[in-house]
């Protein structure tokens, strides 16, 4: 139980375009998802959390206009990173929370976005 | 000073050897604490989570917190390549909510 899918695992964009990850909880319901960012040898940097039915709460530093996140089900929320820059080639994951424990958050495979 | 610091490694140890990963932090709030393994190209999976001071077993894995010196540890015993992964320890203040804090995660390689 608690899988957390993402899709694509990896995708390659030109600069200026707009990319959508999506996040799915497979066999649970998740109110709450949250939107991570993993540059290499660094620790997951929290960007933002994810609400059903509620606008996304960002951390600070994270553009919002830029970073737009939409939680439209329990089981799905999808980032769209817009007019992409090579800036934002990371590792974004998404992870859902179960329950109400904050140890009950499960991560997604990630996704490699590279921007050329 | 950031919250959480942990060592990057690598750290490569033969097959069966015991491995000690740490993790030390600087806000003694910190109630929670958790350990997660990343392979590589994945999501981090949790392994141990553990409350205030203590420590705690999950077959292979203990986990130990030392508040009074804010320094938590994982160890793996018996450790097999099947163990060579990223280890991230997180932590934070209260059970709810999702302010962790994670570290930046040990490069582990256990080699046959």
């Known amino acids: 139980g608690a899988v957390v899918s993402q899709h694509p695992s990896r995708v390659i964009c030109k600069s200026g375009t707009s990319v959508k990850i999506e996040c799915r909880s497979l066999?649970?319901?998740?109110?709450?998802m949250f939107w991570y960012r993993q540059f290499p040898k660094q620790s997951l940097m929290l960007m933002a959390t994810?609400?059903?039915?509620?606008?996304?709460?960002?951390e600070q530093g994270v553009e919002k206009d830029k970073f737009l996140i939409n939680h439209a089900s329990l089981t799905l929320s999808t980032l769209t990173v817009t007019s992409a820059h090579p800036e934002d080639s990371s590792f974004y994951i998404c992870?859902?929370?179960?329950?109400?424990?904050?140890?009950?958050?499960?991560f997604g495979p990630g996704t490699r976005l590279t921007v050329t | 000073q950031k919250e959480v610091e942990q060592d990057p490694g690598p750290l490569s140890v033969p097959e069966g050897a015991i491995v000690s990963l740490n993790c030390t932090y600087s806000?003694?709030?910190?109630?929670?604490f958790m350990w997660y393994r990343q392979y590589s190209r994945k999501g981090p999976e949790l392994l141990m989570y553990?409350?205030?001071?203590g420590n705690k077993e999950d077959g292979r894995f203990t986990a130990q917190v030392d508040k009074s010196s804010k320094y938590i540890s994982l160890f793996i015993r018996d450790s097999q390549p099947s163990d060579s992964a990223t280890y991230l320890c997180?932590?934070?203040?209260?059970?709810?909510?999702?302010?962790?804090?994670f570290g930046t995660g040990t490069s582990l390689t256990v080699i046959p």
């Open positions: 553990t409350y205030s001071s």
């Open positions: 066999d649970f319901q998740a109110t709450t």
């Open positions: 806000n003694s709030a910190f109630q929670y």
């Open positions: 992870s859902a929370q179960q329950g109400t424990a904050s140890y009950e958050q499960y």
């Open positions: 997180a932590m934070s203040v209260t059970n709810t909510g999702n302010q962790f804090y």
């Open positions: 994810s609400n059903e039915g509620s606008k996304a709460t960002y």
